[in-house]
């Protein structure tokens, strides 16, 4: 049961993420966002740990210390930021965040959306994908132009919606 109750969700968040992609012009990336999810590696760990209200990645940290779903994932998703990290330039060598490609920015955009409306059902609002990045905004190793552009998408959903906001996108952004 938990295995199908995984699938529906994370079918569900991909058809979100595929909605929010084509209706800027990501045609290619809304059809193949996440299938890295309907992998073996990363589905068993989603039907082990699946609660419906969270990442069943985050229940595998607390229980092993990691995520082998999360390590595989990001490894293979360029919307992800973590798939970005890399040295830094000298001086300063430390991993850091590379300055992502605007569509995979935008994917980005799209995946934070779809997550909040999952996990949050009906207390979704169009602000809470900026509260959601708030919080974590100062502990993000995202380049600083890659955070600029997430930043603005998403306080411009908060303020204008979702038609306005992918209205702006499409034409401002990917310039389509």
Same mark, same amino acid.
């Given at each position: 049961m938990k295995a199908w109750k995984h699938f529906c969700t994370i079918t569900y968040h991909k058809s979100l993420v595929a909605k929010g992609c084509f209706a800027v012009g990501l045609y290619w990336q809304g059809i193949m966002h996440d299938m890295s999810k309907y992998s073996w590696?990363?589905?068993r760990v989603g039907a082990k740990y699946f609660q419906g209200t969270? =990442?069943?990645?985050?229940a595998e940290k607390e229980d092993i210390g990691y995520s082998s779903a999360w390590l595989h994932h990001k490894g293979r998703n360029k919307h992800h930021l973590e798939y970005w990290l890399d040295y830094g330039f000298p001086p300063d060598k430390r991993i850091t965040g590379m300055r992502m490609p605007e569509k995979y920015v935008v994917e980005m955009f799209m995946d934070r959306i779809a997550a909040c409306k999952v996990y949050m059902g009906d207390g979704y609002h169009d602000n809470a994908p900026y509260e959601y990045y708030e919080r974590g905004k100062d502990i993000t190793p995202l380049h600083e132009e890659?955070?600029?552009?997430? =930043?603005r998408m998403l306080k411009m959903l908060g303020e204008k919606g979702e038609k306005e906001t992918f209205a702006y996108v499409k034409k401002e952004v990917l310039h389509r």
């Open positions: 590696t990363e589905f969270r =990442s069943p990645n985050n890659t955070r600029e552009l997430l =930043s």
